[in-house]
């Protein structure tokens, strides 16, 4: 006789189950959606701005006007991107975005090489082909109404042949696909790659390229920007610098440079800039000011203002009438209500070594008294953590206080901290967020965490510190995360020369390898793998494989090493849409992580996922 209430009671779980499941991918979807304006450009006269937004695997570019506020133009970058070429690889994005005049814009999607096929050597040997590869450098423009759209020049335009192997003048005509159709024969065939220099300061529609490869010599060009005529350039333009440094692209001169610290900061050349900086940095206190780019005169000013839970906010700051506009928000489809606080903190360590990271509260904890996921930034010094993490938001969202450190030493190591961690960087990171945990215990005793239930977690080398802490502290850390992390840091550091492997395969590292590939170092006390037995708590090894074969092999020794010991920790392999930041693929791994977090710190089985029918 209960049966129909069973059922209704399973069918009401299977629907709550589901509903959970759509709604966090939902909120995954949102948080690593792409945030507008990753790239962004002021027209010479301030009038216009152009910003960037993804769509799907693609881009485009929205142009809007500042003095007659109306419809954004919308200009899709590359409407014939190949969509294999497009699932197999990063979305789409610029290298180039600049507006040339008041009423055109010329912008670059990033170069894509593609090698030919290796070519068969005697023995049945293979051997890189000597053609090519192909190269896809397309440099663009577009008006400010959106229309006159077109590609101006291409790596093909400027496909070269050395010149004992031409032949016919037919042979100088081919196209670069009839040429490789005929790449048995004993012509050879290159293109160039394409670096955009700037535009000449008194005829800004020509625009300044050089050619750098294939058969030729180094060469410049010119390049009108209206009709994509291209001559040769006499002269000798030098290469605008590359980030850090700030370029004035009127001016023809650096102006500052982007500096890696606590907060990241620009220390300006030019004073002017620097007075803007500080009138901005008045306006918006507590807040980071980036500024971006500015109008001819700088009368108008570009920049964007982070901190706290806010993704960002972009505004002009008109000048002379001390005005500033809001003009967008990068996340606009995130509502700030819906996301989970975020302060930014720093205090002195005991030692005395300056300590800050971001601690990120969730809104509505499911623990009384939540507990504390620590994250162990991935690279040495490596850069400052940003102020809004997506990753820290999902977390938070799952009911953890998280709190993301910044390496002692982000803004420069320091003399007196250099032996210590020439000896034990491990050593050093670990206690380092030990002196974290109390600081924000001690400064928070309206906002407790549960000391008894702290987790790590980190990427690369902040991977292989949140297993370490594991094994030094395991009465502290109760269960970790690592994602490509590597288990043996010889190995890793000292990779075997991988002849003919493709670029997503060979070894990577994040970390100065000098500083502990020394003549005194004790690799065994460095690794995770030769410690095996200390490794009792709990700990989820998520790798991507073949993405560095060091991991992949110290990896599955550690499995096999505590599977010995009777403790084979978890494991799962990623595929390449986690590291994409692909929201189907992070959906899929942070509920695996729930699942681990909930048996292995909580002490309880629960499973988002398909549910099965009960009869």
């Known amino acids: 006789m209960r049966l129909p209430h069973l059922c209704f009671f399973a069918a009401s779980v299977f629907v709550a189950g589901l509903s959970r499941a759509a709604s966090f991918d939902d909120r995954v979807e949102a948080l690593f959606r792409p945030p507008l304006a990753e790239m962004m450009a002021l027209s010479p006269e301030g009038q216009r701005v152009a910003y960037t937004t993804q769509t799907g695997r693609g881009l485009a570019i929205v142009i809007m006007n500042l003095e007659q506020p109306g ?75 959106g229309k006159r759209r077109g590609t101006l020049v291409d790596a093909r335009d400027f496909t070269e042949t050395p010149a004992d192997a031409r032949r016919t003048l037919a042979d100088l005509l081919r196209t670069p696909m009839e040429l490789a159709a005929t790449r048995n024969e004993p012509i050879r065939w290159r293109m160039p790659h394409l670096d955009i220099l700037g535009f000449v300061p008194r005829d800004r529609e020509q625009l300044v390229i050089e050619t750098r490869g294939g058969y030729s010599m180094p060469a410049q060009h010119l390049v009108d920007i209206r009709t994509g005529n291209v001559r040769s350039f006499g002269g000798n333009w030098p290469s605008p610098p590359v980030e850090p440094q700030v370029f004035d692209w009127f001016r ?119 507990p504390l996921l620590v994250v162990f930034p991935s690279g040495f010094p490596g850069r400052a953590q940003a102020a809004f993490d997506p990753e820290a938001q999902i977390f938070a969202d799952l009911g953890f206080v998280v709190a993301r450190l910044n390496h002692r030493s982000v803004a420069g190591v320091k003399a007196e901290d250099l032996t210590a961690l020439r000896a034990a960087v491990d050593r050093v990171a670990v206690d380092d967020v030990r002196a974290a945990i109390e600081w924000i215990a001690a400064r928070n005793p309206d906002r407790p965490f549960d000391r008894k239930r702290v987790a790590t977690l980190g990427r690369g080398f902040g991977g292989y510190l949140a ?27 000292r990779p075997p020369e991988t002849v003919g492997v493709a670029p997503r395969a060979k070894a990577g590292r994040d970390i100065p390898a000098a500083l502990i590939d020394h003549e005194g170092a004790d690799w065994k006390k460095l690794s995770v793998l030769e410690q095996a037995e200390a490794l009792t708590n709990p700990v989820y090894l998520l790798v991507e494989p073949a993405r560095n074969a060091a991991i992949d092999v110290a990896t599955d020794e550690l499995r096999a090493r505590l599977k010995g010991l009777g403790r084979a920790p978890d494991h799962l392999e990623l595929d390449a849409g986690f590291a994409a930041a692909r929201p189907e693929s992070r959906a899929t791994v942070y509920r695996r992580i729930e699942e681990f977090f909930n048996l292995h710190l909580h002490g309880y089985a629960v499973k988002i996922g398909p549910a099965k029918e009960v009869e």
């Open 71 to 145: 419809p954004r133009r919308r200009v899709i970058v590359d409407p014939d991107r190949d969509a294999a070429f497009a699932e197999d690889q990063p979305p789409a994005q610029l290298r180039f975005l600049r507006w040339a005049t008041a009423g055109r814009l010329v912008f670059a999607p990033t170069e894509r090489v593609l090698p030919l096929p290796p070519v068969a050597a005697g023995k049945g040997r293979s051997v890189p082909n000597p053609d090519g590869p192909t190269i896809f450098s397309p440099i663009m423009a577009v008006d400010a109404d």
């Open 252 to 370: 023809l001169k650096v102006v500052g440079e982007r500096k890696d610290g606590v907060r990241p900061a620009t220390a300006w050349r030019d004073d002017e800039l620097g007075r803007v900086q500080r009138e901005l940095e008045l306006k918006f206190p507590r807040r980071a000011i980036e500024i971006l780019d500015w109008s001819e005169t700088r009368a108008r000013v570009l920049f964007r203002v982070t901190g706290g839970s806010d993704p960002g906010r972009v505004f002009v700051f008109q000048r002379s009438e001390d005005l500033v506009l809001e003009i967008l928000r990068r996340a606009p489809w995130l509502s700030a209500a819906k996301l989970n606080d975020t302060r930014f903190f720093e205090f002195d360590a005991p030692d005395g070594a300056h300590l800050s990271g971001y601690l990120t509260w969730p809104g509505k904890p499911r623990l009384n008294p939540p």
């Open 467 to 493: 297993v370490r802490a594991l094994q030094l502290q395991p009465t502290v850390f109760r269960s970790g995360i690592a994602i490509d992390a590597p288990m043996d840091l010889r190995p890793w550091l």
